[in-house]
Each structure stands twice: as C-alpha cells, then as structure tokens.
C-alpha cells in the first residue's frame, strides 16, 4: 500500500467511514465513501455479518471496478439470544434514531428479566479487489449493556456498550481508545496482518 492507494468503502454511515478512514490513513490508504461516489445502498438480504459484507462489498465493486472495502456490523446481546445482531441498524428505523435503538434494547432486557447484561460488537470487514476476489476478516468485542446511557462521542449504541475490564462506555472514550478494542479495530486489523505485512 503506498499514498496513491485509493479504495471505495461501500458504507453509507459517517460513523464508521470515519473509524475506518482514521485506521487506514496511517497506511497510506484513502477512502471514498459510497455516497461521495453516489453508489446505491443495496438491500441486506442476507442472514449473516459475512454475508451482507459480501454482498455490499461486491455491489460496489460492481459499480467501480475498484478496491471496495465494506463493514458490516452490529450488537449482539447474549440475553436477547444474540438480537437485534444484523438488524442492529434496522432496529433504529428509517430515521436511524439510535436513541430509540437504545431504549430498545434496554426495553427488551427488562421484559426478558434475565439478569445477564453481556453484549458483543461484531464487525465483518471484506474487501473485494479489481479483479473481484473477495476476503473477509471478522473482530469482536465483549462487554456489558448499561443503562441510563452514558457519553457523547462515537455513534449508534456507542453509548449503551461498556467493554469488560474499563468503567467507561465507548462513547465515553476517545476515537483512539475505542479503536484500540472495537470490533471495527480488530477486523481490520486482522484484514492487514493477513493481506498486507508479509
Ligand atoms: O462501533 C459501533 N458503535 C456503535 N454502534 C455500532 C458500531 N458498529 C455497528 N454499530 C451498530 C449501528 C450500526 O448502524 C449497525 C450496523 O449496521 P450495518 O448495516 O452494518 O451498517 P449501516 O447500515 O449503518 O451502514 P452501511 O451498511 O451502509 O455500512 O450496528
Ligand atoms: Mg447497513
């Protein structure tokens, strides 16, 4: 990879664009985000993060020829028997109001009555190349649900999400820190060991 190195990252949430973006700049990559580039949003019509990775990274790749890397991604809670998992961004509506998400989730603990909090950020990266090879690398990160909400910065249930072992939730860390444990931080980790240090 070297500076001239630009990929279509087949998203079209800011937040993860932006992770994303911080991540691969140190290697010298540049992304274009799927609505700069005005690629369709493809229906998620598969069960699976892997599946759904697949398909938005070879619908662009289809639009462009390109590199396209695509994130799929979601929170799964142990309780809730791993929901709302894929549907994590359907859960919040057309409006994407995560606000709503949240309470959501919290609403579907307390009806569960179980006593279990545990949740876990999963993240699917794929990267589809020119000549339409596909790869995918999945990270994961395990926590607990709290409630009320707590912090301000990242995006989605950011804010609902603290990982074991720290007192704080993700929207209560610095891009650096979240980026440091986050589902998104280990896939694409695992993407640029496996395919790009040799
Ligand atoms: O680090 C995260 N912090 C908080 N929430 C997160 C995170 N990572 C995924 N999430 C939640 C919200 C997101 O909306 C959904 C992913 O759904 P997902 O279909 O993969 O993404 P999306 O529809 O928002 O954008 P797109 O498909 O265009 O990449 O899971
Ligand atoms: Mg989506």
Request: aromatic content about 8%.
């Amino acid at each position: 990879m070297n500076e001239q190195d630009t990929w279509v990252l087949a998203s079209h949430n800011p937040g993860k664009i932006k992770e994303l973006q911080a991540m691969l700049h140190a290697r010298g990559v540049t992304l274009k985000g799927a609505a700069e580039l005005a690629l369709d949003e493809p229906e998620e019509t598969e069960s699976t993060f892997e599946g759904n990775a697949a398909l938005k990274a070879k619908a662009a790749w289809q639009a462009t020829g390109l590199t396209c890397l695509s994130d799929d991604s979601g929170l799964s809670v142990d309780a809730l028997g791993g929901e709302p998992g894929i549907y994590s961004a359907r859960w919040a509506g057309e409006a994407r109001d995560f606000d709503r998400a949240m309470a959501r989730v919290h609403e579907a603990l307390l009806a569960s009555a179980a006593a279990d909090r545990t949740a876990r950020f999963v993240c699917v990266v794929a990267l589809c190349r020119p000549d339409g090879t596909l790869v995918h690398y999945r990270g994961e990160v395990v926590g607990e649900i709290v409630w009320p909400p707590r912090g301000e910065a990242g995006f989605g249930y950011d804010a609902i999400f603290q990982p074991h072992g720290h007192d704080r939730t993700f929207a209560e860390m610095s891009a650096v820190e979240k980026r440091a444990l986050s589902h998104r931080g280990r896939a694409l980790a695992a993407l640029l060991a496996a395919e790009f240090e040799q």
